[in-house]
């Protein structure tokens, strides 16, 4: 064994298969980690380096989606810092960029086989393997869809249902991996059009590029024709009019340079759109030969994970959104025959995961998401957040009154987080 301990995963990949979910044990659903000292919740930096004197040094093999430095990537590159800081720099990472070493949707293959230790994995592509998994990200639409409550309340909501659902980290580590965030997501989605396109009547017809089954009903319950298509080919499809509109995210459209050629975004505060989640995991046989501070300090850091990402996907949307008008374009809700429609949509969606026979239980799955994101509308409101800022007015909202999610991040942490980490 190297205590460069990447190599754990590809030696003893298959016992991972065989093993337990390490985070399921005892009074705290962390489990017993994996041995030696560990700390509380909350423990300052100098106590992590302290529990870390006598660790040999730990060489994580990861990779980030982006070039190094960009704003996507930030918010791994800050779960990085945060790690080293904490280890007292015994926690390392060799970092490959732009994805150089698994595609998106390939990254749980590479941590089964050695190629990386740690990733963001999008299990909802891969539903038969990740029914669980998939079912969470098929409910993305459920919850109050203000944009200044949206993204909180999807994170903390998803995150709670994702413990409080064991089928959701277990077929995971019957995979090899173990769950260290099982949810994260980007900005709310809307439609993208070079005309705006806001009623049932103007989007039924049209050809709609969007990925993902819920996001395929929802269009097809507008009238709408939802089309695959790479979204690096996305721009010209748009430009030459060979697709009407794309369903994504002010991300998306920022970072595809689409408002040029389409700057007309319906988007609203009543009915949301489903989203395309993610998740953080690690190599479980890796996971399970690590000291325990050290799950401690690479479940810790996922804290920091979600504040960045959530700060920084908004400020795309915040962005995105000024720079629609500025375009020449608008911002558009709605309307109701197309609010109907879509509700219709999302209770299919909910009886679809309900019913799935490949959920040890779908309905109690729905009622955990459902449950969970009526319990944290009042709360995020309480910190600040109002849910009255119409997506229209956000830009306006965000400049006055700043962004500052630390109480959030910490309250989440506290009521929702502190199940799966390790004790």
């Known amino acids: 064994m190297r205590n460069k301990l990447s190599s754990v995963g590809a030696v003893v990949a298959t ?25 509380g919740y909350g423990a300052s930096v100098e106590e992590f380096k302290e529990a870390f004197a006598d660790v040999s040094p730990i060489e994580i093999n990861t990779q980030t989606p982006a070039a190094k ?17 904490y280890s007292d720099g015994k926690i390392s990472f060799n970092v490959s960029y732009a994805n150089a070493i698994a595609g998106a ?10 190629r990386l230790d740690l990733g963001n994995i999008l299990p909802v592509y891969e539903p038969d393997q990740y029914p669980a998994n998939a079912a ?3 409910t993305s639409f459920v919850g109050n869809q203000a944009p200044a409550v949206a993204p909180l309340e999807v994170h903390a909501a998803h995150n709670a249902a994702a413990w409080q659902t064991p089928q959701v980290a277990e077929e995971l580590a019957e995979s090899g991996m173990q769950v260290l965030l099982p949810w994260y997501s980007g900005d709310s989605n809307g439609i993208l059009c070079p005309t705006p396109r806001a009623s049932k ?10 990925a993902g089954k819920v996001n395929a009903l929802e269009l097809q319950a507008l009238g709408a024709t939802p089309v695959s298509l790479d979204y690096t080919e996305l ?20 970072l595809s340079g689409l408002l040029p050629v389409a700057s007309n975004f319906t988007i609203d505060e009543q009915v949301g759109l489903a989203k395309t989640p993610g998740a953080l995991a690690i190599n479980k046989a890796l996971w399970d030969s690590l000291p325990l501070v050290a799950q401690q300090v690479l479940f810790d850091a996922t804290k920091v994970m979600l504040q960045t990402n959530i700060e920084g996907s908004t400020q795309f949307q915040v962005d995105g959104l000024a720079a629609a ?15 109907d429609a879509l509700a219709a949509a999302h209770e299919e969606a909910l009886e679809d995961v309900a019913a799935n026979d490949k959920l040890d239980d779908g309905q109690a799955l729905v009622d955990a998401v459902v449950s969970n994101s009526e319990k944290w509308t009042p709360l995020i409101e309480e910190l600040g957040f109002p849910a009255d800022v119409p997506f229209a007015e956000f830009a306006a909202w965000h400049a006055e009154n700043g962004y500052d999610l630390t109480e959030y991040a910490d309250k989440v942490f506290t009521e929702v987080m502190l199940t799966g980490r390790p004790s």
Do not use: H, K
């Open 136 to 138: 969470l990200a098929d």
């Open 15 to 39: 016992l991972a298969l065989a093993g337990g979910l390490t985070a399921c044990a005892e009074e705290s659903a962390g489990g017993s980690g994996g041995g030696g000292a560990g700390v």
């Open 201 to 210: 009547d103007e989007l039924s017809g049209v050809q709609v590029v969007a």
């Open 105 to 114: 949707t390939e990254v749980d293959d590479a941590i089964r086989d050695g």
């Open 69 to 85: 430095g960009s704003p996507v990537g930030q918010v791994y590159e800050d779960y990085f810092a945060y790690v080293e800081e």
């Open 325 to 339: 008008v500025e375009e020449g374009g608008s911002v558009n809700s709605f309307d109701q025959a197309a609010r």
């Open 235 to 254: 721009f010209e499809s748009l430009q030459r009019g060979a697709v009407d509109c794309s369903l994504n995210s002010m991300r998306v459209t920022q």
